[in-house]
């Protein structure tokens, strides 16, 4: 189709211009999806060490539910969180419906299981290794917990850049409880639907070229870090 | 801490029993080889002295030192080395900062150590890049600058080349030299022979004899032994 | 551990971060800003763009606008999610009044609905100003005519037309009446793609670039007229609505100076 070459050529002459409203999209998408994958390492990264190392009752089951949150719809994800940030809804007073807040909750609740339950396994592969000499050495529980993420520091790193290029390509959850606010809460995302829609082919083709980009460099940052990693420290 | 004294334990992993009513009395001095064929359950008679593992049945009891003092006060190598992610300097500073001493501390004994391992120009070095003999060293190094009463070894030498075997060696005698009691298990003959003052041999979860070095190459008790001395595959 | 180039590295993002969501938050909390509930026809005309600037320069006050369908807009209304309603359904509209969820209707400009369809027009309706007439065509040509069928308030304007020219759709349903379910630019799209007939405001219609083989080929009769009604979402079911500053959103609109800025973009659009 010949539209398909137009729409290229016409969305790399936006790219090449840095037209000021795309940069404002693109800033925004990474502002909302890097504070999401932090929020959401903070809360997954313990949880998934604590599971790892420790046993208890339901264990197995807990891992179970983990794992199957991991593929939790972003669309759902983007429902629940509106319903209970919107003025009808138990959080309703906060008043950070439709902001860039209630965004960056929704991704986080949306990637928060993904860093849990990927950490929880890179941690207690390397907890099958470590444990007896760790033990032996006298570390305890949370010490030992500690020692193993450091020592999985470069699988846990890629494993929060997959965190994160998950927020950043998904617009379900953005889409609802942001409203996809002119200026406001439109991210990258939120916008190609938007300009597909209105047939605005070019603009939604140079936003999609972004997107698509942005994913490759973090795949090759992952690749790249695993690399270095195994190459100087074995 | 020593002697240590095992009574009539046991371990069973399901229904299985891998170790069955093993009573022994271990003293301060000699170096002790726990000596058998494969799955004879020298791994986890080991893992049960050093408070790994719990007996199922039975208890293991050191002299006179408390809970928390006992664990502190052994060490134990693998068969095979587990290091961190890190430098082999900060290896081998890590048990010395769990066990609580400043920063320099640390640094200076844990040089030291690795100075008379023989591992002075790869301390820098991230620890799992070096070799197996280098690793074993290490972690050797590792054990040794915790100041253990103790130290367990398990087959340390069973994935390494002859000239690591070697320098092994000679470390767990110079370990042995500093007042270290040595517990050690192997299946190779000429390295019980060597590294060895008494023998605890165990076939099939149970302790057949325990008797110093020379007698028990002399004259085995046991026919058990006496096939294993003489390389043939134990019978069941 | 020491404090090694990839810890400091990790202080900063996590800094940048923490510094954008603070940063964010509190640009956003200077701003004074309404929440406008309102439809996606509305804002792909490309209509808000034009005049919520003019507005935002006089008052100082950021209109924030979420596009919805029109059942949406009013239910944003209802739960208090919204300062003021801005859609065009004038049955539901007096409905949301009279139920006390909003304060006044006002009626705005008017945006009429047109008919578009393929060039080649199997149903050989083009230019005719009889709306009814062009639908009981369609149907007995059983031409393919693409609906939004997502209870909007262009579907339910689609629907009154087809039952007053005593044609049930739904007769053709999956054969030549296909709905799709979506907002009105996925529609035109669609029917870009199938070379249908489809039912869409003029203001969409006008701002919408993928138009394929498509064209309009009814247009003008009274029937299409289209309606559109601003509401302040009442302050008494709703005490945080920002009754002041929506307020003099709506009475902007219906100003002559508000009203002029839309028609100026009426005309410019239609070039």
Not at chain 3, 120 to 142: H, L, W
């Amino acid at each position: 189709m010949n539209s398909l070459g137009e729409a290229f050529s016409a969305a790399w002459r936006l790219l090449a211009g840095f037209d000021a409203e795309l940069a404002q999209v693109v800033g925004l998408s990474l502002q909302v999806s890097l504070a999401a994958v932090v929020i959401a390492t903070l809360l997954g990264l313990p949880l998934g060490a604590a599971i790892a190392v420790e046993r208890f009752r339901g264990r197995q089951t807990l891992i179970v539910l983990l794992n199957a949150l991991m593929g939790l719809p972003p669309v759902v994800v983007g429902l629940l969180v509106y319903l209970l940030l919107s003025r009808a809804g138990p959080l309703g007073s906060l008043g950070i419906l439709f902001t860039p807040q209630a965004m960056i909750i929704a991704q986080a609740v949306l990637i928060t299981p993904i860093i849990a339950a990927l950490s929880r396994q890179t941690i207690e592969d390397a907890w099958r290794e470590y444990d007896e000499q760790l033990r032996s050495l006298g570390a305890r529980r949370i010490t030992a917990a500690m020692t193993l993420i450091w020592d999985t520091r470069f699988s846990l790193m890629t494993i929060v850049l997959a965190g994160f290029g998950r927020a950043a390509a998904e617009v379900g959850a953005v889409m609802i409880v942001g409203g996809n606010i002119d200026g406001v809460t439109r991210v990258m995302t939120t916008a190609i639907a938007l300009e597909t829609s209105k047939g605005d082919l070019p603009l939604a083709l140079g936003l999609g070229i972004v997107l698509i980009t942005l994913v490759v460099l973090l795949n090759a940052l992952a690749a790249v870090i695993r690399e270095v990693a195994l190459r100087k420290y074995g | 801490m020593l002697p240590l004294e095992l009574n009539a334990v046991s371990f069973a992993a399901g229904d299985t029993a891998i170790i069955n009513g093993i009573t022994a009395r271990i003293e301060a001095g000699p170096r002790t080889i726990i000596l058998g064929p494969n799955g004879a359950g020298k791994s986890v008679l080991m893992r049960l002295c050093h408070g790994l593992f719990q007996p199922t049945a039975g208890s293991v009891n050191w002299h006179g030192a408390k809970n928390g003092d006992v664990r502190r006060r052994q060490a134990m190598v693998f068969q095979r080395p587990v290091m961190l992610r890190r430098s082999a300097l900060a290896n081998v500073m890590y048990g010395l900062k769990l066990a609580g001493k400043s920063r320099r501390e640390c640094e200076l004994r844990a040089m030291d150590v690795l100075e008379v391992v023989g591992l002075a120009q790869h301390t820098a070095r991230a620890a799992r890049v070096l070799s197996g003999g280098e690793q074993q060293r290490l972690a050797l190094a590792r054990a040794w600058a915790l100041g253990p009463d103790v130290l367990f070894l398990d087959e340390p030498t069973a994935n390494l080349d002859p000239a690591s075997t070697h320098d092994i060696e000679n470390i767990i005698n110079a370990i042995h030299a500093s007042g270290t009691k040595i517990i050690m298990t192997t299946h190779n003959l000429g390295q019980a022979r060597r590294l060895g003052d008494e023998i605890l041999f165990i076939s099939n979860g149970r302790l057949l004899e325990h008797t110093p070095i020379d007698r028990f190459f002399k004259e085995p008790a046991s026919p058990e032994a006496a096939a294993f001395i003489k390389g043939e595959l134990p019978w069941h | 551990m020491a404090l090694s180039w990839r810890t400091v590295m990790r202080g900063t993002i996590l800094g940048l971060a923490l510094l954008g969501l603070l940063q964010g938050s509190n640009a956003l909390a200077q701003q004074k800003f309404i929440t406008v509930a309102s439809t996606t026809s509305t804002e792909q005309s490309g209509l808000f763009k034009h005049m919520l600037p003019v507005f935002e320069q006089k008052t100082g006050i950021q209109v924030r606008v979420v596009a919805q369908g029109t059942g949406q807009a009013l239910d944003m209304g209802r739960r208090g999610d919204a300062d003021v309603v801005f859609v065009h359904d004038k049955v539901a509209e007096e409905k949301f009044v009279a139920d006390g969820f909003g304060v006044q209707r006002f009626e705005v400009m008017y945006n009429d609905f047109v008919l578009v369809g393929p060039k080649a027009d199997p149903a050989m309706i083009a230019g005719s100003k009889d709306i009814v007439a062009a639908y009981k065509k369609i149907a007995e040509a059983k031409a393919p005519f693409a609906s939004r069928g997502d209870k909007s308030g262009t579907h339910a304007a689609e629907l009154r037309l087809w039952k007053t020219a005593g044609v049930d759709p739904a007769s053709g349903k999956g054969t030549w009446y296909r709905e799709t379910g979506s907002g009105m630019g996925p529609t035109l799209n669609t029917a870009a793609g199938m070379n249908a007939y489809a039912f869409t405001d003029r203001g969409t219609w006008l701002s919408f670039r993928n138009r394929g083989d498509l064209v309009i080929v009814v247009e003008g009769d009274q029937r299409l007229f289209n309606q559109y009604g601003i509401m302040l979402v009442n302050p008494a079911k709703h005490a945080h609505v920002k009754k002041d500053m929506g307020q003099s959103f709506v009475d902007w609109v219906i100003s002559p100076e508000g009203q002029k800025v839309i028609a100026d973009y009426k005309i410019g659009a239609d070039q």
